[in-house]
């Protein structure tokens, strides 16, 4: 059963221009969602999160939207460089009182920074 | 900075062999996990590790696993008798006690585990 979905395993976008990597969760009991950065060769890097009180979160170029109504939340990169090429996996996780994360991973999406 | 570190990077092994993966987490932090991605697949929880014990598991998780926390600093996983299907790269993970402003885990590098 997968929780968290990312429907495009790749995108390809000129440098200078917006990134928009997408995801869809089925759990209505997640409560914090995160994006994290993976380059080949190495663990994946937290990049920006966004707890599900607020629809939108912002960390220089990267910004990240919340719709819960939709259970969709989206990243957006802006403007893209290529050193953002990399595989994207977007994550969600319940808070369960002294039990510690567990969070739920997409498939990734691996962006492409053209120059 | 402090980081995750993993060991080894890549191992090979013989369906049906004993593996160990070795992992060093951030030395304040006081959650544990293990995290696996088969190749083209998604990243899968497998285990979360708190005060000595396991505190989540998934499914993926059965008898052939177990996680130890042998010393202060060492977290490994254990797979008793390694499939074909068990050929991933594995991530150690920890985050610290309390929950960040952020909530993120921090990842190892990953260890490739190769069963044939």
């Known amino acids: 059963d997968q929780q968290v979905k990312q429907n495009s395993p790749s995108l390809s976008v000129q440098e200078g221009r917006i990134s928009i990597l997408n995801c869809d969760y089925t759990?209505?009991?997640?409560?914090?969602f995160l994006w994290y950065k993976k380059y080949p060769a190495e663990g994946p890097t937290f990049l920006i999160s966004?707890?599900?009180?607020?629809d939108k979160n912002e960390d220089g170029r990267f910004t990240v939207f919340l719709n819960k109504s939709a259970k969709h939340l989206s990243l957006h990169i802006v403007p893209s460089q290529p050193g953002d090429s990399a595989v994207y996996f977007c994550?969600?996780?319940?808070?369960?009182?002294?039990?510690?994360?567990?969070?739920?991973f997409g498939t990734g999406t691996s962006l492409t920074v053209i120059p | 900075e402090p980081e995750v570190t993993q060991t080894p990077s890549h191992q090979v092994t013989q369906m049906g062999q004993e593996v160990i993966l070795r992992c060093v987490p951030i030395?304040?932090?006081?959650?544990f996990y293990w995290y696996r991605q088969i190749l083209g697949q998604k990243v899968e929880f497998l285990v979360s590790?708190?005060?000595?014990?396991?505190?989540?598991k998934s499914e993926i998780f059965d008898d052939q696993f177990s996680v130890e926390r042998p010393d202060g600093s060492n977290f490994t996983l254990k797979i008793r008798s390694t499939k074909l299907e068990d050929s991933a790269m594995y991530f150690c993970a920890s985050s610290p006690l309390q929950r960040t402003n952020t909530g993120e885990l921090f990842f190892g590098e990953g260890s490739r585990l190769t069963v044939l």
């Open positions: 994550a969600a996780s319940t808070r369960l009182a002294n039990t510690g994360n567990q969070f739920y």
């Open positions: 759990n209505s009991m997640f409560d914090y």
């Open positions: 590790f708190y005060n000595n014990e396991i505190s989540e």
């Open positions: 030395s304040n932090h006081l959650y």
């Open positions: 966004i707890s599900s009180i607020k």
